[in-house]
């Protein structure tokens, strides 16, 4: 989702070459030196074909930016005996015709198959759910299918892009909903102007959804509608910016704390960044009982001194940092345990890393670019996690918002509860054996296939426990 140029070459801007090389020894190595040259890695060497003295070669190559392939094409291009015939950007042609599409889930064969899956026998099901409403939950796709919602307002990485341009997000999201827990998605991409047209859409559209993952909208908005959508929906409403980052961040620091042997209740955190992952950050810390979290935004520590706060910076005030701390995020993060980066890039210095506390925990979680880069506190800080996935503890989203629905609907849950979270966050954190857990893995991996049914399970008994279940 990264519109800027990164620092290692990487599959999203990889590409195939179509190359003609003469046929002559060496002629292959020249390439591949050419590429490595200019920083290109080559990720495979596909099947040649020979026509007259040249052969052609097809070669994926991972870059760090469109900028960057073609000057690989432009670097091959220049050698005596080579020339780029083609270049295919491989994420794109993956996005070519979009990546969802509808299947059924029942055969259709003949006219009896017909009769029961449509007209007449559809008739019975139909009257069986208005004598029973709560059956449209087994009886249709209700009960296993989610709407992802956005205004694309705040796409991660991208900005206010609208509705139509945050299509390929969502689609994104739907493709893991449905790889990682059998739960069917859809985008709802909405073009709208107010929290509150969102609010009255999803609400209209309801009745065909068993749950609402709200996506990419832009604070305060984000706050105003899931409040709004979980007061008047009888169904999971989630927005996973603010909860599913803060689920992974907390099982994250949870893992984190044990490594550098502090408890939890001991920890003194601060977060940079008061949008929707912040806020919902710093009440889920609160809530699993962190020693005390400071709320940073651009203008420094939020605490009751400060004016012009929003609703969610009034709440951050009321109930975050106890010293009330004040001044700036390099002044809040002196002698501080942890720092949580959900902001942007390069806001803070390898000098505000060393002025925290012995063994300091650092989560610069801006994506696509981080607070700080791991590799200029490597040496100071005891564990560094990112958003990104080509770094060790990626706090990836994907480790909580498919479980979390999977044992909603498992429970037939009605609300997603705080407790439901951080049940989410012990089994997240749990997916790491104390054998394997160190400084460079605190988080599974978004490929761990053990994760999501360890988090659903817990989801469900939290529902249960909390008494948010329907029947």
């Known amino acids: 989702m990264n519109a800027t140029a990164g620092s290692r070459p990487t599959a999203a801007y990889s590409a195939t070459l ?26 495979s060497l596909d099947g040649f074909t020979i026509t007259q003295g040249t052969l052609r070669q097809h070669i994926v190559v991972d870059a760090s930016s469109e900028q960057h392939i073609v000057q690989i094409c432009d670097a091959v291009n220049g050698l005596e005996g080579i020339t780029v015939i083609s270049s295919m950007d491989r994420t794109f042609e993956l996005h070519d015709g979009g990546k969802l599409e509808t299947v059924t889930r029942i055969p259709l064969r003949n006219a009896d198959d017909l009769s029961m899956a449509y007209t007449p026998g ?44 945050a299509m390929p997000v969502m689609e994104g999201k739907a493709l893991l909903f449905k790889e990682f827990a059998g739960v069917d998605a859809f985008p709802i991409c909405l073009d709208v102007s107010k929290p509150e047209e969102i609010v009255e859409t999803v609400i209209r559209l309801a009745p065909t959804f068993g749950g609402i993952n709200l996506e990419d909208i832009a604070a305060p908005g984000a706050f105003e509608v899931e409040e709004a959508l979980r007061a008047a929906l009888d169904i999971p409403v989630f927005h996973d910016d603010q909860h599913g980052t803060a689920v992974v961040a907390l099982a994250a620091l949870e ?3 044990r490594i550098v042997g502090k408890e939890l209740a001991n920890l003194r955190c601060v977060i940079l960044g008061a949008g929707a992952a912040g806020v919902a950050t710093a009440k889920i810390l609160a809530g699993a009982g962190i020693g005390d979290v400071i709320a940073c935004d651009r203008k420094g520590t939020i605490h009751p001194g400060r004016s012009e706060l929003n609703h969610a910076k009034e709440w951050l005030a009321a109930n975050t940092n106890a010293e009330r701390v004040a001044g700036s995020v390099s002044d809040a993060m002196a002698g501080a345990d942890v720092f ?20 300091p925990i650092v989560f610069a979680m801006a994506n696509p670019d981080p607070e700080i880069l791991p590799d200029a506190i490597g040496d100071i800080a005891a564990v560094v996690a990112t958003g990104r996935s080509d770094y060790p503890n990626q706090i990836n989203n994907v480790l909580a918002f498919p479980g979390i629905f999977r044992g909603a609907f498992d429970a037939g849950a009605t609300d997603i509860t705080e407790n439901m979270k951080i049940a989410a966050a012990e089994a997240i954190a749990a997916g790491v054996s104390s054998d394997d857990l160190g400084p460079d893995l605190v988080i599974p991996t978004a490929f761990d296939r ?12 939290a529902a249960r426990a909390d008494n948010v279940t329907r029947g």
Do not use: F, W, Y
Request: charged share 20%.
């Open 18 to 43: 179509e190359v003609e090389l003469t046929h002559q020894p060496g002629t292959l190595g020249r390439l591949c030196t050419a590429i490595g040259d200019v920083g290109g890695n080559i990720q």
């Open 122 to 165: 559809v008739a019975r099901v139909c009257r069986a759910i208005t004598d029973d409403p709560e059956r449209v939950h087994d009886l249709t796709i209700k009960g296993n299918t989610v709407a992802i919602v956005t205004d694309g307002t705040a796409v991660l990485g991208l900005g206010d892009i609208g509705p139509a341009a």
């Open 255 to 257: 893992n984190s704390a």
């Open 340 to 359: 949580l980066g959900l902001s942007g890039p390069g806001l803070i210095t390898r000098d505000d890393v060393g002025s925290m506390a012995d063994r």
């Open 450 to 461: 053990s994760v999501v049914p360890a988090v659903a399970s817990a989801v469900a008994a």
